[in-house]
């Protein structure tokens, strides 16, 4: 059912089934073996290794079990009508997903009741058909096909015979093995399968019909075919033929209009279906109850999240109807947003190999019965999301955002579970002690894994007790003694009223539906409480639909960094993951499209909520809180259902007699007729009630059509763009399931990788401009669009990406190096490197593995400096191995991504890594991404380009491991000694903590420590205790580098440490920057000049001058803009989400910062000639003001201006004097700093400015045109630095450590 034409005249997309269908065993070709199953064997022994000849022999082998429990091939016997233009038949997909196991045998002693399953096609275009699937069990009558079944038993027994003659071992564990192990619970039961006695036995074998319909009514499809198949077997033939019922339901019943119900007739009883209205949650048929019962609310929660966040999600379960529930109803609650990859709920066997497919998919997988979890191996793991329906099992991902607020989420889901009876943890809860205690009581129940399911109050008797030999003798006499076992579930104590069957199970219907609709009002109400304001920031950017879908991938549609600063905290860490997906991006995409075409009836139904919200409680866009609103219209909706169901607005023409041949199609009790294809092969020729109306449809379709082409855009080139503009994945949303030639799994696999290298190019691409924009916006170029919560998400998804990359055409059978099984949390990239790493120091030994190591040091002029850190992608690995804190493969690989990245290694590790060609071979197969030698390249130059940028993902994610780092002092040899012989020490700050004091070793400048992560470094006290007869020291800057990521900062310093020397200081706090590798080679020339010389850096337009020192001193104008600058970029700090400020001492007390700032400006004007050779300080200043506040009594214009003089003179010399007092050897320009950094956080500059402006001092130590004795420019100043009043301004230890006010 590929491609989609366009609706053909007779008006048949209005149709409620488009196709009826019946499967079964062909009595011409006879016993056929299924190849697909074969195929699916061949596969798994080439997963495991096996040679496909092998493969015979292994017990894993479809004629190695007995023939009952074989697949044989099915095939499509008939289906009606022969062909639909707008839906065509695909005869291979259909039989596939009827029958996906093919054709099995049953005798009468095996159990036989019919099996409902449904099944879902996706088109290439995203559009779905459904099929509803009733298979029962029917008396094989063709005598050659009974003796063929005899005849394989009589081989397969001689065969286990001399099997279980030879095998030394004991003959029932080899018996055991042969057959499916999950029915080998007795011996009886063993020697029943084995035996098939045409002359004892009756063979039966399995067949099935088929609704295809284009939406999934699937309660009333399941009632219509249980009626048809009661009508086969019981034992009056039914009022009408069957062809009249089928040929009413394909030709004479029409879809229910949207908001209304409608009756139509089966054999015995009428059914009613609705449809919701055009502002309702779109149509859902399949019961969210089973969902939850099956998962439990919690398990549904978490799944339903890694849904949202585009993860691989597998379903696991014996049962088909089971796996199309759960994926049916977990992506109904996805609305209003639509699951945009791979849906395949049933995967049949031939199709195992999509499970390495790189792309995230929604995929369902049946289990064998006796299969372990254990037992399948899957390619990848790491963005895996395991449901194990049957177990109330599941595995997921590591580190994944929560839902926003998931606990009151829970909570209000809970409280509607329970009002229906259903008990929010599932059947049985998932807890540990749940589990033990279910292992003990069922213990002789669970071999066959389905009996986890038990429900508080819902006993499924059957799916119980099935295939336990006791059971099976009590239910025969029960038979005989008439008690009924009913493979009905029986959801709440029969009432007295619901005693009446039919009432009781249309009230269960009813229920059912009234569950669905109040469940999906809640998740709805979810997605319209957090999207609200979604409209907002919408990017239309496109004057018409035409340039829009030309340029769609390199536009930004949604602007994402101010809808995530506008929401609450909390809720961050998942949308801006969620922000991220397609499903989003499509959401967004429909948005913008719809102001030129036509709603998505999705989007039409959302903004509408969205509209309603506004009108009902008026709140501020702005003000977004993370306070809980519970969904208010949980009645309203289901009202609106009760009263569809109860007041019925359309019934269809009942069922009549056809003009039908006589004698053909007689009735026997137990087989499906063949039926007359003639009459079933199309509809009546009269137009009856409904086409009038469809073709009211056609005009309005064909008056868009032509509006569209007015429009001048042509559909196929429009179909084209609209391919391209949604980006990978889209194109592959559904495997072809008819043809299987290697050729198509070639192509499919090619697009794959053509996917990959483009998503490789978005993601580095994205994470560049981001990057360099914030990057930007710190040299002060306009506003920052990437937040660090955003450069978190993005870097993830790298992981994810290069995950998916190492996982696609992966050989299953590689496990761990170590040899062990590989465990939880598998990675790919991880295994790979470890396998790489044991060959790499296998061949090490004597040699040394081929690192990049530079020249062993480099020289600066002092002939000092840090020892070159040698490249090496095992060493990065050995770091990972030994965080401790990471427990998991997946992890590691992560940690190690981080770190290559932050080191700018990223692609050259990879390369090298990659450069291992026969380990390439042995670990992937031929088609995958990495042995695509040209892809390849591609790919590693597009991460080649991350290395323009400066990442700190490790260093910032892993804020509690130890961490070596080494440090180095090099002082400048040509004024003073290279070594002091006082004993000096060093603290190193960082942005997560301090050293601590640390003495340095006597007659060494360098040195090695280890403490616990200080993330980006600040600031490094050093000092010395001016004893020896060489205490002075003259320090040109202090290096430390981080040993695991080689960051390197430098703390220039440029300064005399000693006593009587400069300003007298014994200790001076260093501020840090980072050193880039590339200017690694000039460390040592780049020193810089003693700050107090230093031209002013802070317009960025001169900062080249500061290398150039004493030369050129600042204009009025220039330091004035340097402090507007200086105070600015404070600003600007406190305006950044706290995450991502930075470090606020450099904004204080680094190049450009604003005590640099300050002391230009007290600097202007200065008298610092030397008086008898001793150079005046600005402290010397400061200290002869704080005397004449001390000694005089100011006098003012009025009391209040007094008072206030009086209470800024008092702190002012009070904070001078802490200073002075601390027990520290600052020296001056040490304190100055010190005093500017206490005001700045006290807010009390803009106070003592004008004091200091005023003070009689100011005229014996400034000449007459020096800025601060400029009314005008001191004012403004004061306006400048009450801009900081509002901050609350928090200082680094380091800066005021021993200062006491």
Avoid at 258 to 284: D, H, T
Avoid at 672 to 690: E, H, I, Y
Wanted: aromatic share 8%; with cysteine.
């Amino acid at each position: 059912m590929s491609g989609s034409g366009a609706p053909g005249p007779g008006a048949a997309p209005c149709r409620f089934a488009h196709y009826f269908v019946l499967c079964g065993i062909d009595a011409e070709s006879g016993l056929e073996p299924d190849e697909l199953a074969v195929l699916y064997k061949w596969l798994q022994a080439d997963l495991h290794g096996k040679s496909s000849d092998t493969a015979d022999k292994t017990s894993g082998e479809n004629f190695d079990q007995s023939p009952l429990r074989r697949t044989f091939k099915s095939k499509v016997l008939a289906h009606y009508p022969q062909n639909i233009e707008w839906n065509p038949f695909d005869q291979d997909a259909v039989n596939m997903l009827c029958m996906p196991k093919g054709l099995s045998f049953r005798t009468q002693a095996d159990n036989r009741d019919p099996q409902l399953h449904s099944f879902i096609i996706t088109r290439e275009d995203g559009s779905r058909t459904y099929g509803f699937v009733l298979t029962f069990y029917e008396e094989v009558t063709s005598k050659q096909i009974c003796t063929a079944m005899q005849t394989l038993y009589q081989m397969h027994n001689a065969e286990q015979y001399s099997s279980v003659c030879a095998s030394s071992s004991c003959s029932m564990d080899s018996l055991a093995s042969s057959i499916d192990e999950g029915d080998a619970t007795s011996l009886a039961k063993l020697q029943r399968y084995n035996s098939y006695d045409i002359s004892r036995d009756t063979l039966y074998v399995s067949k099935c019909i088929c609704l295809i319909t284009p939406l999934p009514f699937m309660q009333a499809c399941k009632k219509f075919l249980i009626q048809l198949y009661k009508a086969v077997t019981s034992q009056q033939p039914p009022p009408l033929p069957l062809e009249s019922y089928i040929h009413n339901i394909l030709y004479e019943v029409p879809l229910p209009p949207p908001g209304r119900s409608l009756k139509f007739y089966g054999v015995y009883e009428p059914i009613i279906c609705q449809r919701p209205g055009p502002n309702e949650l779109p149509l859902s048929d399949y019961p969210l109850r089973e969902v939850f019962e099956l998962l439990g609310l919690e398990n549904l929660v978490q799944v339903f999240t890694c849904v949202l966040l585009e993860m691989q999600i597998l379903l696991y379960s014996q049962d088909y109807q089971r796996l199309m529930t759960v994926a049916e109803g977990i992506t109904t609650l996805l609305f209003p947003f639509q699951w945009q990859h791979v849906y395949v709920p049933i995967l049949p066997a031939s199709l195992l190999h999509f499970l390495d497919a790189p792309v995230p998919y929604l995929m369902g997988l049946q289990s064998k019965e006796g299969t372990d979890r254990s037992k399948l191996e899957l390619p990848q793991e790491a963005n895996l999301c395991f449901v194990d329906i049957d177990n109330h099992f599941i595995e997921l991902p590591e580190e994944f955002p929560q839902f926003p607020n998931k606990l009151e989420f829970i909570q209000e889901i809970s409280e509607v579970l329970l009002q229906f009876g259903i008990p929010p943890e599932g059947n049985l809860h998932c807890s540990d002690s749940a589990t033990k205690l279910k292992n003990l009581v069922l213990s002789d129940l669970v071999n066959d894994k389905k009996n986890g399911n038990i429900p508080s109050n819902t006993l499924n008797m059957y799916e119980l007790l099935k295939g336990n030999e006791t059971i099976a003798r009590l239910q025969a006499l029960a038979k005989r003694t008439g008690v009924t076992m009913e493979k009905m579930a029986i959801t709440t104590p029969l009432t007295e009223k619901e005693k009446d069957g039919k009432l009781s199970c249309e009230e269960l219907e009813l229920r059912d539906y009234k569950l669905n609709v109040q469940l999906r009002e809640v998740f709805a109400n979810r997605f319209t409480q957090m999207f609200a304001d979604y409209e907002a920031f919408v990017i239309q950017a496109a004057p018409d639909l035409e340039s829009w879908l030309t340029n769609r991938e390199q536009m930004q549609n949604f602007d994402k960094a101010s809808f995530l600063s506008d929401q609450p905290e909390p809720y961050l860490p998942f949308l801006s993951h969620f922000i991220e997906t397609q499903m989003f991006a499509t959401f967004i995409d429909n948005k913008i499209i719809s102001q030129w075409e036509e709603k998505d009836p999705f989007l039409r139904v959302f903004d509408s909520r969205i509209e309603k919200i506004r009108l009902y409680n008026v709140r501020a866009p702005a003000l977004r809180t993370s306070n809980y609103q519970k969904c208010s219209t949980l009645k309203e909706a289901a009202q609106s259902i009760e009263q569809r169901l109860m007041k019925i607005d359309h019934t269809a023409i009942h069922p009549h007699l056809l003009d039908m041949k006589i004698g053909q199609g007689k009735y026997e009790q137990g087989f499906f007729p063949k039926l007359q294809s003639d009459v079933l092969a199309t509809g009546p020729t009269n137009n009856n009630r409904w086409a009038s109306r469809s073709t009211n449809t056609q005009r309005r379709k064909d008056r868009l059509r032509q509006h569209s082409e007015h429009i001048g855009l042509d559909n196929d080139l429009r179909e084209k763009y609209m391919q391209e503009a949604r980006s990978l994945g889209k194109n592959l949303r559904q495997p072809k399931l008819s043809d299987l030639s290697p050729a198509v799994i070639a192509q499919t696999n090619w697009k794959f990788v053509e996917g990959l290298l483009k998503e490789c190019r978005m993601k580095t691409k994205r994470m560049l401009v981001e990057k360099m924009g914030h990057e930007a916006v710190e040299l002060g170029h306009g506003e920052a669009n990437i937040t660090g919560l955003e450069e978190n998400t993005l870097i993830a998804s790298l992981c994810d990406l290069l995950e998916r990359i190492w996982s696609h055409g992966l050989q299953v059978k590689q496990g761990n190096p170590q040899g062990g099984q590989r465990n939880k949390g598998k990675s790919a990239l991880w295994s790979h490197l470890l396998q790489y790493q044991e060959r790499e120091e296998k061949q090490e030994h004597g040699a040394e593995s081929p690192v990049a190591v530079g020249p062993e040091r480099r020289k600066s002029d002092t002939g000092i400096t840090l020892p070159t850190l040698r490249v090496s992608l095992i060493q990065d690995m050995r770091h990972v191995q030994n965080m401790s804190e990471i427990k998991t493969d997946v992890g590691r690989a992560r940690a190690w991504i981080r770190l290559s990245l932050e080191k700018k290694l990223l692609s050259q590790h990879l390369k090298q890594l990659l450069s291992n060609q026969a380990l390439a071979k042995k670990l992937y197969k031929r088609y995958a991404f990495l042995r695509c030698e040209e892809e390849r390249e591609q790919f590693l130059y597009h991460l080649l380009s991350l290395n323009a940028v400066d990442y700190f993902c490790f260093t910032s994610v892993f804020t509690t491991i130890m961490i070596p780092y080494r440090s180095v002092i090099i002082p400048i040899k040509k004024l003073s000694n290279a070594i002091t012989t006082s004993n000096p020490w060093i603290c190193v700050s960082g942005e997560l903590g301090d050293t601590g004091v640390m003495q340095i070793p006597k007659n060494h400048l360098e040195m090695t420590f280890e403490c616990q992560n200080l993330g980006k470094l600040t600031t490094v006290q050093i000092g010395h205790d001016n004893s020896g007869l060489l205490a002075k020291w003259l320090v040109d800057c202090v290096m430390v580098r981080n040993e695991i990521t080689g960051h390197t900062y430098k703390f220039p310093c440029g300064r005399w440490l000693g006593k009587g020397v400069d300003d007298g200081s014994l200790e001076r706090i260093l501020i840090g920057e980072l050193v880039s590798s590339t200017s690694d080679e000039e460390l040592g020339k780049q020193c810089r000049t003693p700050p107090q010389q230093k031209s002013p850096t802070v317009t960025r337009r001169l900062s080249i001058t500061s290398l150039t020192g004493k030369n050129t001193k600042p204009n009025a104008g220039q330091i004035q803009e340097g402090i507007g600058e200086a105070v600015n970029n404070i600003v600007k700090h406190f305006h950044k989400p706290e995450k991502e400020r930075g470090s606020l001492t450099i904004l204080l007390c680094g190049e450009n910062g604003l005590v640099a700032a300050l002391e230009q400006l007290f600097h202007h004007g200065f008298k610092s000639a030397r008086i008898f050779h001793k150079n005046v300080f600005i402290w010397d200043f400061i200290e002869k003001a704080v005397a004449y506040f001390e000694t005089s009594d100011q006098i003012g214009d009025n009391e209040e201006a007094l008072l206030l003089q009086r209470s800024s003179c008092k702190t002012f010399c009070h904070y001078v004097n802490a200073i002075n007092t601390a027990p520290r050897n600052i020296g001056k320009d040490g304190k100055f700093q010190i005093l500017v950094c206490l005001g700045t956080r006290d807010h009390l500059l803009s106070q003592w400015i004008p004091l200091l402006a005023e003070c009689p001092p100011i005229t014996r130590m400034y000449e007459e045109n020096a800025l601060l004795r400029d009314r005008m420019t001191v004012n403004s100043l004061i306006r400048v630095l009450q801009t900081l009043q509002d901050f609350n301004i928090i200082l680094e230890g380091s800066l005021i450590k021993g200062v006491d006010v």
